[in-house]
């Protein structure tokens, strides 16, 4: 039974609550709200980025919450787009300043390429971003570092020139797509994955075969997703705005049989309906 305040341990001794709350898609002027709202409920890991152009309101929300700032982990991105060593530290000291924190708990690079330019390479410049995100680790503003949307080859390639190895990859992961490639290099290497998108997007919502699975344990698609995610070792970050989804997608009390994670697992891997692109309204 997954509460939201357990945790995983990262490979540096940091532990990250189990269930993040996402604010992908979140407009600013919902951000702090919904923000709120989620640290009322339980949540104690929040996850935005400068990207997503919400960081003010969610530094806002943390910071007006009343729990204490190590009670709370929170996660920001540096964009896809920023692919210099000096970019990057000047994009950190942006999301610091929008954040208004005096740390952050976990930095990540967006994405292993420009959002315009998804699979194109940008190996040689994606060590040099690494450079700078193993100096900001260095400096002690920051408690962990990663990666997001990077595959076997991207996370290769940093760790090829890497001091200090990434300690999360944050993906898109949900029923019937489960990158098992990268999720299996990642764990070989003491890498936390991050689900993002695990409800598919809505996607799985209708399905009818992982609805039969959900009324077994009498909860929801999305409740069964979140949990699935979870007994898989992997971090699921489900966003929701509504107070009543925030309410219902904590509620995580049971436990997925073998058998039925075995049945999910199985579930025939559907191409992903996106990247998670975060210039994307």
């Given at each position: ?17 189990k ?16 923000v ?7 949540y ?6 400068l ?29 896809g ?36 330019e ?62 098992p ?13 991050e ?28 409740q ?12 699921p ?9 925030i ?13 039925d994670?075995?049945?999910l ?17």
């Amino acid at each position: 039974m997954t509460k939201l305040t357990d945790t995983f341990d990262i490979y540096n001794g940091v532990k990250i609550p189990k269930v993040a709350f996402g604010t992908w898609q979140i407009p600013a002027s919902q951000a702090r709200q919904a923000v709120s709202d989620a640290i009322k409920v339980g949540y104690r890991h929040i996850d935005t980025a400068l990207a997503y152009q919400n960081e003010k309101e969610v530094g806002q929300a943390v910071r007006e919450s009343g729990v204490k700032r190590e009670d709370i982990f929170v996660t920001s991105k540096l964009p896809g787009g920023t692919k210099t060593y000096d970019g990057a530290l000047a994009d950190f000291e942006t999301t610091m300043k929008n954040l208004d924190l005096d740390y952050l708990d976990l930095y990540l690079v967006h994405a292993p390429w420009p959002w315009d330019e998804i699979g194109s390479n940008y190996d040689k410049e994606n060590t040099e971003v690494w450079r700078a995100m193993e100096e900001i680790y260095n400096s002690g503003r920051v408690k962990a570092i990663g990666v997001s949307n990077f595959n076997v080859h991207d996370l290769e390639n940093v760790l090829k020139t890497a001091t200090i190895k990434p300690m999360v990859d944050q993906i898109q992961y949900y029923i019937g797509f489960t990158e098992p490639k990268i999720t299996e290099f990642a764990q070989n290497n003491d890498i936390l994955v991050e689900a993002y998108s695990p409800l598919a997007t809505g996607g799985l919502i209708n399905n009818p075969d992982v609805k039969k699975i959900a009324d077994k344990y009498g909860v929801s698609v999305p409740q069964l997703a979140i949990e699935f995610v979870i007994q898989n070792g992997v971090l699921p970050l489900p966003k929701a705005v509504h107070e009543e989804h925030i309410v219902a997608n904590a509620k995580l009390d049971f436990t997925i049989s073998d058998e039925d994670m075995k049945t999910l697992n199985g579930f025939p891997d559907t191409a992903p309906s996106h990247f998670h692109n975060p210039t994307q309204g």
